[in-house]
């Protein structure tokens, strides 16, 4: 299992959040619908800009502890050697190699069930 620490903003420059977690796509989808009442929805914050992966939940939460004591401009710094162009990741995550959604085609598409 993997485990993630992550950084969400509300738009290039903008409010920065730093969370971590066992499910990235999950949370993300959660802080973009504002279901989790509190500071990212309060600031829109829901774009995911940074994220790396830690083999435990411990390592996950002392890194977001870490970056959480940081200057502001350190944050920054780390996505834009990242993400230069602040880019929402999370259709990357979600999608895997996929560009978009359009993409995706589901594995029963133009099967009829028939042999021809």
């Not at 903003?9 to 959660?30: C, E, F, K, M, P």
């Not at 973009?32 to 990212?40: E, I, P, R, V, Y």
């Not at 309060?42 to 977001?64: C, P």
Request: charged content about 30%; glycine content about 8%; aromatic content about 12%.
């Amino acid at each position: 299992m993997a485990f993630y620490t992550y950084i969400l903003a509300s738009r290039r420059n903008g409010t920065l959040y730093t969370g971590s977690t066992d499910g990235l796509i999950a949370r993300v989808s959660q802080h973009k619908a504002k279901t989790l009442d509190g500071f990212t929805a309060q600031y829109g914050v829901d774009q995911l800009v940074w994220f790396e992966v830690h083999e435990t939940r411990d390592g996950a939460f002392r890194r977001e502890r870490q970056i959480k004591k940081w200057k502001r401009r350190w944050k920054v710094q780390m996505i834009e050697e990242h993400n230069p162009d602040w880019r929402d990741l999370y259709d990357e995550v979600r999608l895997g190699n996929l560009r978009d959604a359009s993409d995706w085609v589901p594995a029963c598409a133009g099967m009829s069930g028939r042999e021809e």
